[in-house]
């Protein structure tokens, strides 16, 4: 089957910076996203990867291993505004999107 | 990126009755869009594909005559609720794929009391 692992829940400081971490075992592979959802809210983009390396996009940015099935999303200066939930998605050999469950981010003061 | 706009935002409706969700594309023809549904605390599942002019593919599971889906223009999908259940209450979403980037409505939470 297939599948995508992410921690459930992460608490950080504003100010600090957090990696997220993403695993997954998927039949095939056209790219990984990461995708902020606030509560009650639709998913809204942050970045995708598809080949190895670091992708930076300002204070967000997105790891990829290909051979080992595996992404962080990096996140640097917490501001309060990012406490969300975090999903990781990967698109399988059909481009059907396999969705993780997220990470629940909560910053504190 | 594409515009996908879903309406309601909330509905709240008894037992045994239908709910209506719709699903536009306002500023690129899909053929294609993707309907969701979220439980709290819990991943997106995708539910069904609609696909312009022709019968919507359902997921394993998914009740295709509990959850009517019409798509009959490049810029309208329409998922309907039928004789909704508490245990329907969830939120709906829908999407758009455009250049392998997902594209989400606002989502519909939906309240069977």
């Known amino acids: 089957g297939q599948n995508i692992d992410q921690p459930t829940e992460m608490t950080a400081t504003e100010g600090a910076i957090v990696q997220i971490n993403c695993t997954y075992q998927?039949?095939?592979?056209?790219?990984l996203f990461w995708y902020q959802q606030h509560a009650g809210e639709a998913p809204t983009f942050l970045s995708y990867?598809?080949l190895d390396g670091l992708e930076e996009k300002g204070r967000f940015s997105s790891f990829l291993s290909r051979s080992k099935g595996y992404s962080y999303l990096l996140l640097k200066e917490l501001q309060m505004k990012d406490s969300a939930s975090y999903l990781c998605a990967v698109r399988d050999r059909n481009y059907q999107l396999i969705w993780g469950a997220g990470t629940k981010l909560i910053i504190k003061p | 990126g594409a515009v996908v706009s879903q309406h309601p935002s909330r509905v709240i409706c008894k037992s045994g009755t239908s709910v209506k969700i719709e699903c536009r594309s306002l500023?690129?023809?899909?053929?294609?869009m993707f309907w969701y549904r979220q439980f709290p605390k819990k991943s997106l599942m995708l539910m069904a594909t609609s696909n312009e002019g022709s019968k919507a593919t359902y997921e394993q599971g998914v009740e295709k005559d509990k959850f009517l889906i019409n798509h009959a223009s490049l810029t309208l999908s329409t998922l309907t609720v039928t004789s909704a259940h508490p245990e329907d209450s969830s939120f709906y979403i829908c999407s758009v794929d455009m250049n392998t980037e997902a594209f989400f409505g606002q989502g519909t939470r939906l309240t069977v009391v």
């Open positions: 500023d690129f023809q899909a053929t294609t």
């Open positions: 990867n598809v």
């Open positions: 998927t039949s095939g592979f056209n790219g």
